[in-house]
């Protein structure tokens, strides 16, 4: 946590503040991020709830307490339950009603069945959707299939969507550490602008390493589709903020 806030800190003031987000806590962390705060500090907090719903009256509370922490974003999966349509209502049913119309809902949806259908509530409660794109294990890796799927139902339904875990670096690519194959948040970028294009290769794109041809795609996107683009592919989380900046600096699409 000291090192994440430090981080977050100098990021907010740096040349490349434009592209980072809000800091993102767990519920179960929030006391120790608040003793970490300092004077200064004017935090703007992604609420991770953790604690699912039975915490969140408590956390809500906690940072209603602390000045120094605004809430704009809160991200909330959804339980591992047969009828993921019926947990999406329930979920989104459950949620206070005094959020604020500044605070981003993301629901994460789990890879089971029935996921669309939970999307399709998500989508009819104006809120947006998360998939979890990572993990400590080889199976929390979707293929490029299933992230492809996500995306597109995203865009055919409007639903803003971000997605977490796995995503370190640009181009999709083998860790050296453990052998798994991890996505590329460019390569989502641009799977996102082809589906919003409808040109129907959003898979195909997810599963390139071609870091050359992904950079010249990128530069590519009509001024029209990238803004689309930007409005429902609201960011994804990252434990660096460093490697992002290295990444996009060395394929040319940043100085």
């Known amino acids: ?5 430090r981080g977050h800190r100098e990021a907010k003031a740096g040349t490349h503040a434009p592209l980072v987000g809000r800091f993102l806590c767990p519920s179960s962390r929030l006391a120790e991020m608040r003793d970490l705060l300092v004077p200064e500090d004017l935090i703007e907090l992604g609420l991770i709830a953790d604690t699912g719903l039975p915490g969140l009256p408590a956390a809500l509370s906690a940072i209603a307490a602390e000045p120094r922490v605004r809430m704009t974003g809160l991200e909330i999966a959804l339980p591992r339950e047969a009828d993921q349509a019926r947990a999406a209502t329930v979920t989104l049913a459950s949620l206070p009603a005094d959020l604020g ?11 089971l069945p029935g996921w669309h259908e939970a999307l399709e509530r998500v989508a009819a409660a104006g809120r947006g959707a998360k998939l979890r794109t990572g993990g400590l294990s080889a199976d929390l890796f979707p293929t490029p299939a299933e992230v492809a799927a996500f995306i597109e139902a ?24 453990t052998g798994f194959v991890h996505h590329g948040f460019l390569n989502i970028v641009l799977a996102t602008a082809a589906a919003v294009a409808g040109s129907g290769d959003a898979a ?40 992002p900046i290295t990444d996009l600096r060395a394929l040319g699409l940043i100085d």
Do not use: N, Q, W
């Open 204 to 243: 195909d794109i997810l599963a390139s390493e071609d870091a050359d041809a992904l950079a010249k795609a990128a530069r590519a996107v009509p001024g029209e589709t990238a803004a689309r683009t930007r409005a429902l592919f609201a960011g994804y989380g990252s434990c660096s903020l460093a490697d």
């Open 101 to 111: 119309e500044d605070v981003d809902v993301f629901i994460e949806l789990p890879r």
């Open 1 to 5: 946590m000291p090192a994440a806030l």
């Open 154 to 177: 995203c865009v055919a339904l409007g639903v803003p969507f971000k997605c977490t875990a796995g995503l370190h670096h640009a181009v999709r690519h083998r860790a050296a550490e």
